[in-house]
């Protein structure tokens, strides 16, 4: 004979047993103890959270023979043996998933006028009650309307937005709720006691979050666990087993995001997938690591959060390195990398989370961009790291915007791969932006301009554009300043940084020379413009030719030069 399942053995079969619902189960023992029943409640919530075990036990509490109320179900007299054996005609169980035609609940209404064989009342319990036809619906809607006296309904559902209003109106509703970890965790260790198991505390913990506040998923995978047979339940094997990754290795993936290390990030996620982790639970984890992340930047109390002790430095940490919009950023790509999971690419299974991380890495480091009407964030942008409360100081990611001139600029540029390339004079504005007119339009259009440069300029320029972390303004210069010297290279190249300096043209309608270098990289003084004071005759905007030159010195002699 097969072994009695552990979430069977130990289901619930009086109102103190049921865990983490006290606000159903005491209700109802009141309305019990003073006669208050109704012909009809509606028990909604996630699966595994007691709805059908509670409706069990109300049955035999309804029809229990104990003369004092309070201790009812008592479970010893006859009625309360029958129903917890299953043997009680009187207590009728439909499953609508399966019997969810108007033929099923005819059926019903014929014989619920006959009066209850043994027990006082007939009690119905119809599980997952939204699967229901409409027609099934509106014929139970007549009973509901009309009950005989001796008939009680319980109906239960995970879906009551499902059920029509008409049938929830007629219901005395209750509302079950997750369970906490904690008092998952501590019902599984009673239950090893009981069964003469051993478990690390850690293990009944991931067993827990695993279970995402159903106590029958819980107890099904610890008799799951207890079947290989090992002397003391260890976290390690609950990892294996469910293909669980610990919080420290989704935390170093986490860090790879923050830090745009592409290829530490990958190798790790390629690394868990050899070990054969499981897909869709690595997205969940990642979902659920970035949202305590995401909670703790914008909430600033992480001691709120179901997350072991260890872990929680670690997230305060990373939660200091990020902008609201590149968390939100990095939930989302996670979020639909979990949907696109069951469409596959063969032989690269992981190619969604792959995309969902280059993506999420790529916008934590996307600088800022500020509306020029206010000087606010513009929608999407990162903005301003806030500290939170009793740990270090934030430090945000996002890049500035800042207004240099020429007397202040530096004058020990780095050496540039190759002269700037030039493109016709006529083809350039002649206007020149004032700096602070410049740096509010670069502030403005740079989502704009990464936006179009990756059909202007290619991918790969997009991509090195989107590491710039600071940008400066000094007469009609544009100094982006980047993170890496492999994307300072590419959009120094000569013609990259033309195809840049026109769009920005493009975009602002006035002339503009790009300039690139590192993050605390000197760069020469830009060339003076129209708007800085330029020389009758030089072209504004322009690197100074020879020619140039040696017309300036003529001038400052007192030549004039009619013509050239």
């Not at 906490?180 to 293990?203: C, F, M, R």
């Not at 695993?210 to 003391?232: E, F, K, N």
């Not at 703790?296 to 179901?306: F, G, H, I, S, V």
């Not at 000094?474 to 195809?499: I, M, W, Y």
């Amino acid at each position: 004979m097969a072994a009695q399942a552990l979430y069977r053995k130990w289901r619930s079969q009086d109102f103190a047993e049921v865990v983490g619902q006290e606000h159903v189960t005491l209700t109802l023992r009141n309305a019990l103890r003073e006669g208050r029943l109704s012909h009809a409640y509606l028990f909604t919530g996630p699966r595994g959270t007691g709805k059908t075990s509670t409706a069990r036990i109300l049955a035999k509490a309804i029809n229990c023979l104990d003369p004092d109320l309070a201790a009812r179900p008592c479970n010893t007299c006859s009625i309360c043996t029958a129903i917890t054996e299953g043997r009680q005609l009187d207590l009728i169980e439909i499953d609508a998933a399966s019997n969810r035609g108007i033929d099923e609940i005819r059926d019903l209404r014929e014989k619920i006028g006959f009066r209850p064989n043994e027990a006082r009342y007939k009690v119905y319990i119809i599980d997952e009650v939204h699967m229901l036809t409409k027609e099934a619906f509106n014929a139970l809607l007549k009973t509901l309307e009309e009950p005989p006296p001796h008939a009680i309904f319980v109906l239960a559902t995970t879906e009551p937005d499902r059920v029509p209003e008409t049938v929830r109106s007629r219901c005395q509703r209750f509302d079950f709720r997750r369970i906490p970890t904690g008092e998952i965790v501590e019902h599984l260790a009673a239950i090893l006691t009981d069964e003469g198991g051993k478990a690390e505390p850690e293990a009944l913990v991931a067993i827990a979050r695993r279970a995402t506040g159903s106590m029958r998923d819980a107890v099904s995978l610890l008799d799951q666990l207890l079947s290989y047979g090992d002397d003391t339940l260890t976290l390690a094997r609950v990892e294996r087993v469910l293909g669980l990754v610990n919080a420290q290795t989704v935390g170093k993936l986490v860090d790879c995001i923050a830090a745009n290390d592409t290829a530490g990030g990958l190798a790790l996620l390629n690394s868990l997938v050899a070990e054969g982790v499981e897909l869709g639970q690595l997205v969940d984890q990642i979902v659920a690591y970035l949202r305590a992340v995401l909670f703790t930047r914008m909430a600033r109390t992480p001691e709120l959060l179901d997350l072991p002790q260890d872990v929680i430095p670690t997230v305060v940490r990373q939660a200091a390195a990020f902008s609201p919009a590149a968390l939100l950023a990095a939930v989302r790509e996670f979020t639909e990398a979990r949907g696109a999971l069951r469409d596959q690419v063969p032989g690269v299974p992981q190619l969604p989370i792959e995309l969902a991380f280059l993506r999420a890495a790529v916008a934590a480091c996307a600088p800022a961009t500020v509306t020029p009407a206010t000087g606010a964030p513009a929608a999407g942008a990162p903005v301003a790291a806030v500290a939170p409360a009793a740990t270090a100081p934030v430090v945000s990611a996002a890049p500035a915007v800042h207004t240099t001139t020429a007397a202040t600029a530096s004058v020990s540029p780095p050496a540039p791969p190759s002269a700037p390339a030039t493109r016709p004079a006529e083809a350039r504005p002649a206007a020149v932006l004032p700096n602070n007119e410049l740096r509010q339009a670069v502030q403005a259009n740079w989502e704009p301009f990464l936006s179009m440069a990756g059909k202007r300029c290619g991918i790969p320029v997009q991509a090195a554009l989107r590491s710039v972390k600071e940008i400066e303004t000094a007469g009609d210069a544009v100094v982006l300043r980047f993170a890496h010297t492999f994307s300072r290279d590419l959009v120094n190249r000569p013609e990259h940084r033309s195809q840049v300096e026109a769009l920005w043209e493009e975009l602002l309608k006035a002339r503009v020379q790009v300039r690139c270098a590192l993050v605390g990289e000197t760069v020469a003084a830009p060339v003076p413009t129209a708007s800085s004071q330029a020389a009758p005759g030089q072209r504004s905007g322009l690197p100074q030719s020879d020619d140039d030159a040696f017309l300036d010195d003529a001038r400052s002699l007192g030549a004039v030069v009619k013509k050239l």
